[in-house]
C-alpha cells in the first residue's frame, strides 16, 4: 500500500476573501489513504473555515501555506475539479435548492464526473441509490423530496451523509455532521461512514466534532485540538477523551499564555 | 420582402447564425398599412364581406387608439410597423430544402433534441407534419367525435355560422390597439370546435394542424369547448422560431362552455429582434375551467397577459407562466383573473428568470366585480435573478368591489446564491451545470405540468442559456 498521505496542509493561512479577517494561522495536516482524523475544538476556532478552504469556497482567501491532494496543489482547482478529484465536504449547514429533487441532484453530480457524451445508465443509478438508502435507513420517498427544502436539522445532516454514500469520495470531510443528531441517526451515519471504509478501506476522513460520542462509533486514528485557528495539539483516541474530560479552558490559557 | 434577408439572433444568446434566403414569396402586400392592404389581405383569402368588413373597422379603431404607454419600450415599434410587410403567402411548395439548412442550424436542433420533423418545420422546411401515419389515426378519431381542427382561414370557409357567432366575441377589435390591428390583418391560426361531452385524451397539436401557412405574424385562433367537453391544446415549442419578422401580434379567443375543462399551453421562443404582443383571453361559463400554460422566451419585447374572464358562477381560472429574459431583453408578461360570477375561483403562478441585462416584469390584474361573492384569487409571483446587471420588477393591480371576496397576492425576488453554487459545485458540477440546475428547480412546479418533450426542450435550454452566462 502506498503510504504517501492523501492530503497534505502545509502552515496554511487564511481569512475572509475582501475583509481583514485572520481565521486559520498556520494549520498543518497529513491524512494518509484509509486514516481517520478527527478536529475538536471551541465554536469559533475554524473548523469550519478549514473545511471549507479544502474544499474551495470562494469566501476564503489563503493568504498563506499549501493544501495538497495525492500531490496535486488543491488551492490551484475549482471546487468542481476538488470534487471530482474525490473530495466530498458534508457541511454544517446544508443549502436548500428548491425544486431539485434529491434524487435529480445526485444524478446531476453522479453525470458531471462523467466524459462528454457519455450518460449516466439510468438503471444503474437507480439500483445505487435505493441501495444506499437502505443501508442509512432512509424512506424511498425521501430521494423525491428537493434538496434540504424544509428538512429539519437532522434529515439534512442525514442527506449530506447519503450524498456521500453515492458519491464515494477518496477524502470526506465531515463539518459537525453529528451534531444535533440524536443516538439512533447518529449510529445511522456512523454505520454509513464505516461501510464505505469497509467498501473502500483506502477512504480517508477528516471529522471535524464537538463531542468525544461520535468517535466511540466513528474510531479515529489521530485526534486534533484546535484553538484560534491553529492546531494546539495532536495525538490519539485519547486526546478526546482527555478534552472531554477537561474542556478547551486548559488550551486556551495555554495557548493564550 | 429583400431577397437577402439576414435572420440573425434566433433568440439564444451564445449562438447567433446569420442565414441568409432567398426564398420568394408568391404574394405579398406593399410595405406598411391602409385600407388597401386590408382589402387585398381579405380578398387574397376570399372572404365573405362581413369579415372585410370587420377588417376595416378594426383598422380604423387600430388607426383611431395610441401607442400603450405602459409596459415596454414601443418608442421604435412605429418605424418597425411602416417597414412591415402585413400580409406574404409564402410558395405553396416547400421554402427550402433541409439539404439547405445550414448546419450551425442543424446542429442547435441536435443539441436541443428536437424530433427531426419538428426540425424541418422550425427551419421552414415545408409544414406538413412527417408523422403522417400518428396524424392520420389522431384526425379520424376527432373526426369521429365531431372535433373540428382546422386552419382558421378554413374555419370561416367550412363552419361560417359558427365562426361569425363566436369570432372577436372574446377579444373585440377596440379592446387594446394591437387586438385591432390583429383584427385587421389576421392570418394564420387555429379554428377548434369540441362538441359538448366530447374528452380528448391526446392534445391538440398545432404541428398536426393541415394546411398550415407559416406561424403567421398575426395569428388568429378561435377555439369553443363545448359544455361539459374536455381538451388541451399546445402550441409552439421551446426551439428558437427562426424568422424574418420583426413583429408578432397573435389573438387568441377561447370560449370555455359550462363544466367545460379547457388547458392551453404555448411556449415560445422569439429572435432577439421581435416584439411579441399578443392578447389571449379566455370566457369560462358556469362550473367550468381554464388554464392558460405560458412560456415566454426570447424576443426584444413581449407583452403578454393570458386573461380568464370568469363569467359562471364556479367558473375557475388558472394562469401560469414562465417568462425567461435573457441579455437585452425584456419581458412583460403575467396574467388576468376578472371575476364576475359568485363562488369564481383563479390562481396565478408566475415564475421569472432574467439574466445578464434581461428585464423581466410582471403584470397582474386580479378584477372582482360586485356580485361575485365568495370569489378567491391567489397570486404568487416570484423571480430569480441571474447577474448583477439583472432587472426584474412587479405590477400588481387589484380591483375589488365585493366584500366577501378573499384576494392573496405574494411576491418573491431571489438571486441564485453563491452558497447555493457552492453547494453544487461542491459535488462536482461546474458552474453553468449547476446554474442550471437551481433554475430548472425554481420553475419546476409549473415544468412539471409541461407535456414531457416541452420540459426536456425546455431543461436543455435552460442549459445551453446558462453555458453563457459565466464568466
Ligand atoms: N464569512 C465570514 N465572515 C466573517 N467572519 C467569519 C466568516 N467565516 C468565519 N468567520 C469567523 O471566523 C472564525 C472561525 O469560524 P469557523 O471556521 O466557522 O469556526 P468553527 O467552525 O470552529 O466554529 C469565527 O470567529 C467566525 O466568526
Ligand atoms: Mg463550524
Keep these: 500500500m502506498d503510504d504517501s498521505p492523501i492530503l497534505v496542509v502545509k502552515a496554511l493561512e487564511a481569512g475572509v476573501a475582501d475583509e481583514d479577517i485572520d481565521i486559520l494561522k498556520g494549520v498543518d495536516l497529513a491524512i494518509r489513504p484509509g486514516e481517520i482524523h478527527a478536529v475538536m475544538g471551541p465554536n469559533g476556532s475554524g473548523k469550519s473555515t478549514l473545511a471549507k478552504v479544502i474544499a474551495g469556497h470562494p469566501e476564503y482567501e489563503v493568504t498563506g501555506g499549501s493544501v495538497g491532494l495525492r500531490g496535486e496543489d488543491l488551492l490551484e482547482m475549482e471546487p468542481d475539479e476538488r470534487a471530482q478529484a474525490g473530495v466530498f465536504m458534508a457541511f454544517q449547514y446544508p443549502v436548500e435548492i428548491p425544486g431539485v429533487s434529491i434524487a435529480n441532484f445526485l444524478r446531476t453530480a453522479l453525470q458531471s464526473r462523467l466524459e462528454d457524451g457519455e450518460e449516466l445508465d439510468l438503471f444503474d443509478f437507480q439500483e445505487l441509490l435505493m441501495e444506499r438508502m437502505e443501508l442509512l435507513d432512509m424512506d424511498v420517498a425521501f430521494a423525491q423530496r428537493p434538496v434540504n427544502d424544509g428538512f429539519s436539522g437532522g434529515e439534512k445532516k442525514r442527506n449530506e451523509i447519503l450524498q456521500m454514500a453515492v458519491l464515494k469520495p477518496a477524502l470526506a470531510v465531515m463539518d459537525e455532521t453529528d451534531s444535533g443528531l440524536d443516538i439512533d441517526a447518529l449510529q445511522v451515519v456512523a454505520r454509513g461512514v464505516n461501510t464505505l471504509r469497509d467498501e473502500d478501506p483506502e477512504m480517508s476522513v477528516l471529522l471535524i466534532t464537538h463531542y468525544q460520542r461520535i468517535l466511540n462509533h466513528i474510531v479515529p486514528d489521530r485526534v486534533h485540538v484546535m484553538v484560534d485557528g491553529r492546531i494546539v495539539e495532536s495525538g490519539g483516541p485519547e486526546v478526546a477523551l482527555e478534552l472531554e474530560a477537561q474542556g478547551y479552558e486548559e488550551y486556551r490559557k495555554a495557548h493564550a499564555a | ?3 437577402n434577408e439576414v435572420i440573425q439572433g434566433l433568440g439564444l444568446d451564445d449562438y447567433k447564425f446569420g442565414f441568409v434566403t432567398d426564398s420568394e414569396p408568391v404574394f405579398k402586400t406593399r410595405p406598411g398599412l391602409d385600407e388597401e392592404v386590408v382589402r387585398q389581405i381579405s380578398a387574397r383569402k376570399d372572404e365573405p364581406e ?15 387608439k395610441p401607442m400603450p404607454q405602459w409596459g415596454g419600450d414601443l418608442s421604435e415599434l412605429e418605424e418597425t410597423l411602416s417597414r412591415t410587410y402585413f400580409y406574404s403567402k409564402p410558395q405553396e411548395q416547400m421554402e427550402r430544402s433541409w439539404d439547405d439548412v445550414p448546419e450551425n442550424i442543424k446542429q442547435t436542433f441536435e443539441r436541443l433534441g428536437i424530433p427531426e420533423a419538428e426540425r424541418k418545420i422550425l427551419a421552414g422546411v415545408g409544414a406538413q407534419y412527417d408523422s403522417e401515419m400518428v396524424y392520420h389515426s389522431l384526425k379520424e378519431e376527432w373526426e369521429s367525435k365531431g372535433v373540428i381542427f382546422d386552419s382558421i382561414e378554413d374555419g370561416l370557409k367550412n363552419h361560417p355560422e359558427l365562426f361569425r357567432k363566436h369570432f372577436g366575441t372574446v377579444i373585440p377589435a377596440a379592446d387594446n390597439k394591437f387586438a385591432a390591428l390583429n383584427s385587421a390583418v389576421w ?27 407559416r406561424l403567421g ?33 397573435g389573438v387568441i379567443e377561447i370560449v370555455v362552455n359550462r363544466d367545460a375543462y379547457f388547458r392551453y399551453t404555448t411556449i415560445q421562443n422569439w429572435s432577439n429582434n421581435m416584439y411579441n404582443l399578443v392578447t389571449q383571453r379566455a370566457l369560462v361559463q358556469q362550473g367550468a375551467h381554464m388554464e392558460w400554460l405560458d412560456g415566454n422566451l426570447g424576443s426584444k419585447l413581449t407583452m403578454k397577459y393570458p386573461s380568464c374572464y370568469l363569467m359562471g358562477e ?74 448583477e446587471t439583472s432587472r426584474t420588477d412587479t405590477f400588481p393591480y387589484i380591483e375589488i368591489d365585493e366584500k366577501s371576496a378573499t384576494v392573496g397576492h405574494e411576491a418573491t425576488v431571489s438571486k441564485v446564491g453563491d452558497e447555493q453554487l457552492f453547494y453544487l459545485m461542491s459535488r462536482g458540477m461546474d458552474e453553468a451545470e449547476a446554474m442550471a440546475l437551481i433554475v430548472r428547480g425554481f420553475i419546476e412546479p409549473i415544468a412539471k405540468e409541461l407535456p414531457l418533450e416541452y420540459a426536456v426542450e425546455l431543461n436543455r435550454l435552460i442549459e445551453l442559456e446558462m453555458e453563457g452566462s459565466v464568466g
Design chain 2, 314 to 387: 364556479g367558473a375557475h381560472g388558472e394562469i401560469l407562466s414562465i417568462a425567461y429574459a435573457g441579455d437585452g431583453q425584456h419581458q412583460d408578461t403575467g396574467g388576468k383573473v376578472i371575476h364576475v360570477a359568485p363562488r369564481t375561483t383563479s390562481s396565478i403562478v408566475s415564475k421569472s428568470i432574467s439574466k445578464g441585462t434581461g428585464r423581466a416584469s410582471y403584470r397582474g390584474l386580479c378584477k372582482v366585480y360586485d356580485g361575485a361573492s365568495n370569489a378567491r384569487s391567489n397570486v404568487e409571483c416570484d423571480a430569480l435573478l441571474i447577474n
Design chain 2, 217 to 249: 405574424q398575426f395569428e388568429r385562433t378561435l377555439i369553443i369547448a363545448g359544455e361539459g367537453s374536455r381538451a388541451h391544446y399546445i402550441e409552439g415549442c421551446t426551439a428558437p422560431v427562426y424568422s424574418t419578422d420583426s413583429f408578432h401580434s
Design chain 2, 1 to 3: 420582402m429583400p431577397s
Design chain 2, 187 to 213: 392570418s394564420g391560426g387555429s379554428f377548434v370546435y369540441i362538441p359538448p361531452g366530447v374528452q380528448l385524451e391526446t392534445p391538440l397539436q398545432a404541428y398536426f394542424r393541415v394546411n398550415q401557412e
Design chain 2, 50 to 64: 362581413w369579415m372585410l368588413k370587420r377588417r376595416l373597422k378594426a383598422l380604423r379603431i387600430y388607426q383611431a
